[in-house]
């Protein structure tokens, strides 16, 4: 008799064990974080207004356009990288002087994009399995996510992720 009820716990057990959603790995989590991140940030360059590009929050600082073509300067050393180059972080910032325009800095993003998905995608651990170059990007990135949150506030416009969902 107390075998029929050992039995239909561990027959409960199992079957709730396999109804549970498996949670995603490292590498899928990085993926969906840069993904996500950046998308952001490629919307935020396509509707920002073109005549605004030009515009710093400081005279100091960097110009709206200059900031996308900063993050697209990390998102190429992630593309990269992340495909087992040497390369230096530094050594791939873009000159935003060639980048004048919202299509220009707009072109520039969607290929280093394009470049960095498809290395995270060939090789979601990175070259050393340690998730780099991708992570320290993906903070790189949301860093300057919230400058361009700022660089929407000051011009009065609201950012596309605080609109209102239709």
């Given at each position: ?51 605004k590009y030009d515009y ?11 900031v996308i073509v900063h ?96």
């Amino acid at each position: 008799m107390s075998k029929l009820p050992a039995c239909l716990l561990v027959l409960v057990t199992t079957a709730l064990a396999q109804t549970q959603p498996k949670p995603p790995s490292a590498a899928d989590s990085l993926k969906n974080n840069f993904e996500y991140i950046h998308n952001k940030i490629l919307v935020m360059a396509q509707d920002f207004p073109a005549e605004k590009y030009d515009y710093k929050l400081k005279p100091e600082m960097r110009t709206f356009g200059a900031v996308i073509v900063h993050i697209a300067s990390g998102v190429i050393y992630a593309g990269k990288a992340g495909k087992g180059e040497k390369v230096k972080w530094d050594d791939q910032e873009q000159n935003p002087a060639q980048y004048t325009t919202r299509a220009a800095c707009v072109a520039l993003l969607k290929k280093a994009l394009d470049d960095a998905n498809a290395a995270l995608q060939a090789n979601p651990l990175g070259p050393n399995k340690d998730l780099e170059p991708f992570l320290g990007v993906l903070q790189h990135s949301s860093e300057h996510y919230g400058l361009l949150v700022a660089y929407y506030r000051a011009n009065g416009l609201v950012p596309p992720d605080s609109r209102p969902k239709k």
